[in-house]
């Protein structure tokens, strides 16, 4: 099962000498493959599919879970697969995660060790596409987002403006969803942008790629392809981006999240046209 690359990057996690060092392996898969099919007509022609692969996460050789994921950042999807569990809460003590296709797995050791079985000794199953896990007493946990941040209907005009012009897997084939995370400024510099299987895999991922490089989010805009629920609400809440939007929907559990853990939820999102659920106070509207 070939991959872009199979190289080992050492990444020094600080600026000073004695910085530790996160070894990483950048093994991204195919974003889809082609097959024939028969159209109405009796016609056959060429389709994209987007790929779908089992990548088993392994915690200091305990294993943790399956991910099915499109395989395309799959080093930055543990990452924030395990942030957002609160698996591991420092990136420093991480100090080596490989991706190897041909096992179908992702080998993640910690300098500390981590005992994986008492982190995920509860679990609550959420609305993740097809099913989802969290561990812990997660709820109890999240610490709402106070913000006087402020998004102008233009500048959120930009950033779907900016998404849609993107190159994107679900234009050529279908069947996947997408996240991004773009800088709250006039323009909307887009930042990540991330398409999975999963709406969560995409989330995730970005997550991991904001811990790697040492973003924060209360000056960020997430967008998503999927619906908003409490699940999607917390992971922004842990990630502390005050403004969370969609081009779907949202569900009663995340709208009472978002409206308790300071959330502002845009959703129905297109240029031209959005609705706000909840803190509108955030949203500028020219004279």
Known sequence: MPTDTEAVFDIPLGETPD??????????????QTTTVIAHDGQTRAVEVPGEHALTVYLDKQEVVTLMTLGQAPEALVMGYLRNQRLVNDL?????????????????????GVDVATLTAKRTITTGCGQGTMFGD??????????????????????????????????RSGSVHGCALLRNTDEAPLLYHVEDVGRHNAVDAISGFMWLDEETGPDKIFYTTG?????????????????????SG???????????????????AR????????????????A
């Open 138 to 171: 997660w709820l109890d946990t999240l610490e709402p987002i106070h913000s006087d941040a402020t998004v102008s209907v233009e500048t959120l005009d930009a950033a779907l403006g900016r998404i849609l012009a993107l190159d994107t897997i679900y234009k």
């Open 250 to 268: 949202l569900t009663q559990m995340g709208l009472a999240m978002a409206q308790e853990m300071g959330v502002t939820l845009v959703c129905r």
């Open 19 to 32: 910085a530790p060092i996160l070894s990483i392996t950048r093994a991204r898969r195919p974003a889809t």
């Open 271 to 286: 240029v031209g046209r959005h609705l706000v659920y909840s803190h509108p106070e955030r949203i500028t509207r020219g």
């Open 227 to 247: 619906r908003l629920t409490s699940e999607m609400v917390m992971k922004a809440v842990q990630m502390r981006v005050p403004f969370l939007v969609s081009r």
């Open 92 to 112: 420093a003590e991480l100090a080596a995660v490989h991706v190897d296709w041909a096992t179908g797995a992702c080998a993640v050791a910690t300098r500390s």
